[in-house]
């Protein structure tokens, strides 16, 4: 479902869109901070190992803030918001594959027939 807003909430989402990709850019940029210090010296393949895992989250974080800036400023363009329900499938509207069964629906075989135990006899 798509829902029109009005024209201060679309400045403002623009505004807000721009702040968060601004916010995200050092984040990005961390991993080219770190790596445009160490340049082209001899490094140890254990500290470059580091120093990559150390930078990534950042990258990723950064790139996430960014996504959801540029996804903030279209938004406010477009004028349009697309509510949860648009995108939420409802479980009563997805049927079951045949192959999965309820646990209730599931009858074990009598002892003796068809199952591996036996039942011991009374004696």
Do not use: N
């Not at 939420?88 to 045949?98: A, I, K, L, T």
């Amino acid at each position: 479902m798509q829902v029109k807003v009005g024209l201060g909430q679309r400045f403002g989402a623009i505004f807000m869109g721009l702040f968060l990709f601004s916010f995200g850019m050092p984040f990005t940029l961390t991993p080219l901070m770190i790596f445009g210090d160490v340049g082209s010296s001899y490094m140890d393949p254990f500290e470059l190992l580091f120093l990559c895992a150390f930078t990534l989250p950042f990258l990723l974080a950064g790139l996430g803030v960014q996504y959801m800036g540029i996804r903030t400023i279209l938004m406010g363009i477009r004028g349009e918001v697309t509510t949860p329900d648009a995108k939420f499938v409802y479980p009563e509207s997805v049927d079951e594959p045949e192959y999965q069964t309820d646990i209730d629906k599931f009858d074990p075989p009598e002892p003796g027939k068809d199952g591996w135990w036996e039942e011991e006899s009374e004696a």
